[in-house]
C-alpha cells in the first residue's frame, strides 16, 4: 500500500531509465515532482519541468540527484539529456537546512555541500532494503551480460563470484540455481561458513589465485583492486570477467587486455537491464522517509 503523500513537492534531477518509472511511482503517492535533465512529457500531471536548478528545488522537501550523484567538479550525470548541468553550493545554499538530499552513492564534493548547509543526506545504495533488492536485477542482468559473451550454457560451467556482500550472495545463488559449479571468494571466516551452509564452494581470498584458473566466468562485487595483474596471470584467456563494483571496478582491465582475457565493467545494471522494477525500489525507499518525516511533524 502505498503513502498518501499529498502537498509534498520533491525535486528529480538528472538519472537515467529508473528515474523515469521512479517519478511514475513518486507521482502515485501524490508527490508532486520538479524535474530537470530526464526527457519527461511535457504536461504530465504532477510535474513542472524546470527551467533552473533554482527553480526545481524552490519549495520541495527533498531533492533526489542521480545514482552517481556529482562528480568532484559538481556535474550531475543526465545519460538520458543533452542539458549539462553542475551542482554548485550556492545553489544548494537555497535549500532549507535539514532538506532529504537522496542519490545512489556521494563523493567528497557532494558529502561537504551537504554537511556545511546542514542538509540531510541519503546514499540509497547504502540502504539495506534497497541494496538487497537492487541485488537482484543485477544479478540477473550480469548472468544475463554472461550467456551473451560465453560459447557455453551457465548450467555445468565453473563460476566465481569475488566478495560475500549483498549483490554477491543473491548472484552466488542465482548461478547455483541454473547448475552452475559456483566458487564464492570472501575474506570472513563467518562468511566462509554461510558458503558451506548454502552448498557453494568457499574460497579464502589467500587461495583466490589459485583456484580461478578453472572459471570459466568471474564475477567481481568488490570495489577495491582484487583481479591484479598478479592475480589475472593465473586466469585463461577464454575465462569471461564481469565487474559489477562501482567504477572504476576491482579489475585491472589494462593487463587483461594485454593477457587477452575479456573483461568488462558493469556497474548500473538495475537501472539497464530492470528500469521498471529499479525505479519502484528507489521510490519505495524515498517515500518511506518522506511519510516519516511528515509523521513526525
Known sequence: MRPNLDGITVAVIGGDARYLDMIEELLASGIRVNVMG?????????????????QCMNGVKAVVLPILGIDDKGFL???????????????????????LVFTGLAGALLKQMTTS???RLVELMNLDEVAILNS?????????????????????????????????????RLLSAMGAQTGVV????????????????????????????????????????????????????GTVIIDLATAPGGTDFHAAERLGIKA????????????????????????????????GN
Not at 530526464?38 to 536548478?53: D, I, Q
Not at 548500473?268 to 525500489?281: E, F, H, N, Q
Request: proline share 7%.
Open 38 to 54: 530526464l526527457p519527461v512529457k511535457t504536461g504530465t500531471s504532477g510535474v513542472v519541468l524546470s527551467s533552473s536548478l533554482v
Open 77 to 99: 550525470h543526465c545519460v538520458l539529456s543533452e542539458q549539462t548541468l553542475t551542482l554548485k553550493e550556492e545553489i544548494m545554499a537555497t535549500l532549507p537546512a535539514d532538506t
Open 117 to 119: 548547509l546542514g542538509l
Open 136 to 172: 537482484i536485477p543485477s544479478s540477473e542482468g550480469v548472468v544475463q551480460m554472461a550467456m551473451e559473451m560465453l560459447p557455453i550454457t551457465i548450467h555445468g560451467s565453473s563460476a566465481f563470484v569475488i566478495g560475500f556482500g549483498r549483490t554477491g550472495r543473491t548472484l552466488a
Open 186 to 237: 570472501a575474506r570472513k571466516n563467518a562468511d566462509l561458513a554461510r558458503i558451506v551452509e548454502m552448498n557453494l564452494r568457499p574460497v579464502p581470498f589467500a587461495e583466490m589465485k589459485s583456484c580461478l584458473g578453472e572459471a570459466d566466468m568471474i564475477f567481481n562485487t568488490v570495489p577495491a583492486p582484487v583481479l591484479t595483474e598478479d592475480i589475472l596471470t593465473g586466469i585463461t584467456s
Open 264 to 295: 568488462v565493467l558493469a556497474p548500473s545494471l538495475p537501472g539497464r537491464v530492470a528500469p521498471k522494477t529499479a525505479g519502484r525500489i528507489l521510490a519505495e525507499a524515498i517515500t518511506r522517509y518522506l511519510a516519516e518525516e511528515a509523521a
